[in-house]
């Protein structure tokens, strides 16, 4: 079922006027809508073309795939690995494993949340950062870490990491 029905054009114009355009997700369509089981697949190019999945881009899935609306957004919500929601252009994760947790990542945390104005899984409405606490980041010698866009940053304490943030926030400022 990959043409496109009247249904599916109405929802594309709406998606276009977000600044999605899913042309871009035309190749995938073609290849997967057909194949059973690929849903997971067609979800993860979705992903990695615009970044996360908006909830019209899920009905927009489900009418190019025949797959039932209801069926796509429970697994876009059932599994971790999909967004629904555009995260910053630096994503904070900090890391709650226990050597972390055992040397202050909780202290680290609440004071990045209240430096941002935001709690854990959300975005600051500059779109400048998303925050998310994860399990074991790998590197637990440096605890307490986090990550900040693959760059990780070790034996953190509260203000370590709210210069970390002010650091960012005066290049962002700069490259205005
Ligand atoms: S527990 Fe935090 S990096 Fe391993």
Redesign the pocket.
Known sequence: MSEICKCAMAEAEVLKKDGIDTDLLEPTLKEYSAVKGSLITILQHAQDIYGYLPVELLNYIALRTGIKAAKVLGVATFYAQFRLEPIGKYLIMV?Q?????VNG?EAVQQALEEELGIRDGQTTSDGLFSIKSVA?????S????MMINGEAYGTLTPDKARGIIADIRAKEAQNK
């Open positions: 890391c494993g226990t050597a972390c947790h990542s074991c980041l790998g590197c637990c440096l605890s307490p870490v």
